[in-house]
């Protein structure tokens, strides 16, 4: 048999200290492995943020262990081990450490599985059988966000002739947005999973290309993955203010951004924007580079105090903006967020010295800023930015005229329902949608 000790107690989530979390870098605990290899004989396994093959093999290579251990990349990709070994590393579907679908779902008693593979735990339900050529169909799906690539797909790999329209010149959707936040980064890795699978599958993309009702016609259905617009509040005097924009476009680049910003609307959006905001870019986020985490965490590689944390202080730069964070809801702020991640948003906020603010009530933008009311008295933020993280609203324009014409309609992702962004219902959602077509 085999004896080895088995390094799976780093923390865990009782602790103060990210240990699986998307921000933490990849393979950022190998080195207490290593430290221990030393001391012991048995052989040791390494764990914790090992989800694609050239960081186990670096650390192998390193001799910071002697075996590593996977359990959610499992779960995102039951053929890991085989992909690796015969070389096909791109057409691994990686797991992104979200923990929405697996230790989410776990710690508050639901059925385990994963927003990047559906399928996980849940194989003998959902089942891509092959259609015969007979049962073949011209499908469109318009938008190739993750909904819309998880329902392409799938089509695909059954064996119908898929077309996937995309009015941008990438493919991604609101992931282009997600991994430009600090420690969402392995965002990436999604979406180049699916840029292999449309090639494997066979899909037809088209880029640059915005589908209108008469470039469908002759589809045998349609299937709508077009997405949500950020909502903005009208009913707010001076909404329109040349200092107020929406969350879009400060992730995309589009808009500049002051020194000093309010931030209205705190659910995950609004953290991700907060984070983002504060984040200095002149310096690699803590998410990608194991050192600089230690050093923002308080840890203590040569373990020369208790635990390695005992007394060490965290080193934290200095936000790289002044941010107000606003909320209407009474409630404490991120009570929404991830049961195993959502702890570490507030803390890393905390550090950013992010102010937050609930019972929020929304008066009107001026030139001085954005008026507010809390607790019944009147303030005005002087903020040179006001970033809208409101909501957002389904862009389905396509749904009444195509059913016009007596075409089948389906709607997906946020299409179908624009509440808060959740890339783990849209995948599902697709990959469900395709699997019954």
């Known amino acids: 048999g085999i004896n080895a000790e088995y390094m799976g107690g780093i923390g865990w989530h009782e602790a103060r200290i990210p240990t ?5 870098p990849r393979g950022a605990y190998a080195w207490v492995t290593k430290k221990l290899k030393s001391e012991v004989s048995l052989p040791l396994v390494a764990v914790n943020r090992i989800n694609v093959p050239e960081v186990a093999e670096s650390i192998l290579g390193d001799g910071a262990a002697d075996m590593v251990s996977l359990a959610r990349p499992l779960l995102a990709d ?15 579907n990686v797991c992104i450490a979200c923990n929405q679908a697996c230790l989410d779902h776990v710690f ?45 797909t ?18 991604g959707g609101q992931f282009n947005l997600a991994k430009r936040v600090p420690g969402k980064e392995e965002f990436e890795e999604t979406l180049q999973y699916f840029g292999v699978r449309l090639q494997e599958t ?11 009702p008469e470039a469908l016609e002759g589809f045998d259905e349609v299937v709508l993955a077009t997405g949500v617009s950020p909502r903005v509040p009208a009913s707010i005097p ?48 803590p998410s990608l580079d194991v050192d600089g985490f230690m050093r923002y965490w308080g840890i203590d590689k ?43 948003h507030r803390a890393t906020l905390k550090r950013q010295q992010v102010i937050m603010m609930k019972g929020v009530q929304y008066d009107k933008v001026t030139d001085k800023g954005l008026h507010i009311t809390v607790g019944g008295k009147s303030e005005v933020l002087d ?3 006001v970033v809208l993280c409101t909501g957002q609203e389904s862009l389905r324009e396509l749904q009444e005229p195509l059913a016009a014409r007596g075409q089948k309609v389906h709607l997906i992702g946020g299409a179908d329902v624009a509440a808060e962004l959740d890339a783990k219902r849209a995948i599902d959602q697709g990959s469900r949608l395709a699997a019954g077509i």
């Open 302 to 344: 040569e373990i020369s105090t208790a635990g390695g944390v005992e007394g060490v202080t965290p080193e934290v730069r200095p936000p790289h903006r002044t941010v107000y964070l606003l909320q209407r809801k009474a409630k404490p702020l991120g009570k929404g967020l991830g049961a195993t991640t959502g702890w570490i």
């Open 154 to 171: 799938v089509l695909a790999e059954r064996g119908h002739e898929v077309t996937l329209f995309e009015a941008d010149s990438v493919i």
């Open 202 to 212: 066979g899909v037809t993309l088209r880029l640059n290309t915005r589908a209108t």
């Open 383 to 385: 903020v040179e930015t």
């Open 78 to 92: 039951a053929e890991w081990v085989r992909k690796a070994a015969e070389g096909r590393e791109r057409s691994i």
């Open 238 to 285: 001076g909404i329109d203010h040349p200092k107020v924009c929406v969350y879009s476009d400060v992730l995309a680049g589009r808009r500049e951004v002051g020194r000093t910003v309010a931030v209205m609307g705190a659910g995950g959006i609004g953290f991700d924007i907060a984070e983002f905001l504060t984040e200095d870019p002149a310096h690699p986020p």
């Open 108 to 152: 508050t008693l639901k059925e385990a599985s994963c927003l990047v593979n559906p399928r996980a735990c849940k194989e003998t339900t959902l089942v891509y059988t092959p259609v015969s050529p007979e049962q073949r169909k011209r499908v469109a799906v318009v938008g190739a966000g993750p909904a819309g690539l998880s329902c392409s």
């Open 20 to 24: 699986i979390g998307t921000m933490v």
